[in-house]
């Protein structure tokens, strides 16, 4: 069984560009997640979403991040401006439904510099 | 506000004796935990998890651990070996919040031969 794929594994930006990350969670998985894990700290929660509907967004920076899943497979999670503070790696997971006592899968994750 | 707390940032132990990881969380909600596993340049892999039903969940060399009164969880690996060093996190859901996860700071354990 394939895992999540991610790309690109790094991206190195300057302040104030833009840029977007990809994510293919694993088949037949219904939800797909967005952490970031800054260094030192556990991942942290950007955007959930349920096939195709988000489920929590929260935690994102809606004036500069934003995350679609149009057709309830891929996902892309944009960055525009970034920020010095963007500089993190960025997680994708999935899970079969959501729901109780599922784990979730991730992917290798997007190493993002921002200078 | 940290609702899953890893109070140690770091742990040393020999090979063949027992890693002690522990996990305390505030969020009375949750009700099931996990712990990843991860390595440098790769994204956390699950290794165990727990039900709030449940006080002990076994697999192989590891065990976790959950005294929900005292909103604590360990991780215990016997025996400890080189190839477990790594950042181990923990982590808790609520069912009623969407299922999604909330992670520790983690903690790197380093498994000395």
């Known amino acids: 069984e394939a895992g999540v794929a991610q790309s690109p594994r790094y991206k190195i930006i300057e302040k104030r560009q833009s840029v977007a990350f990809w994510c293919n969670p694993i088949s037949g998985h219904a939800t797909l997640y967005w952490y970031q894990q800054i260094l030192g700290q556990g991942p942290k929660l950007l955007i959930q979403f349920q096939n195709n509907g988000v489920v929590d967004d929260s935690q994102l920076p809606k004036d500069r991040f934003s995350a679609e899943r149009l057709k309830g497979v891929d996902s892309t999670l944009k960055i525009q401006p970034a920020k010095l503070e963007d500089s993190a790696v960025y997680l994708c997971?999935?899970?079969?439904?959501?729901?109780?006592?599922?784990?979730?899968?991730f992917g290798q994750g997007t190493r993002l510099t921002v200078v | 506000d940290q609702q899953v707390k890893q109070n140690s940032p770091s742990l040393s132990v020999q090979e063949g004796r027992i890693s002690i990881l522990n996990c305390d969380y505030t969020?009375?909600?949750?009700?099931?935990f996990l712990w990843y596993k991860k390595y440098p340049a790769e994204g956390p892999t699950f290794l165990i998890s727990i039900s709030s039903i449940k006080d002990k969940n076994e697999d192989g060399r590891f065990t976790v651990f959950l005294n929900k009164s005292a909103k604590h969880l360990s991780l215990h690996i016997v025996p400890s070996q080189p190839g477990d060093s790594a950042v181990y996190f923990c982590a808790a859901s609520a069912n009623n919040y969407g299922q999604n996860f909330v992670f520790g700071p983690g903690t790197r354990l380093s498994v000395l031969p």
């Open positions: 969020n009375s909600m949750f009700d099931y």
């Open positions: 997971a999935s899970s079969f439904s959501g729901g109780a006592g599922t784990e979730a899968f």
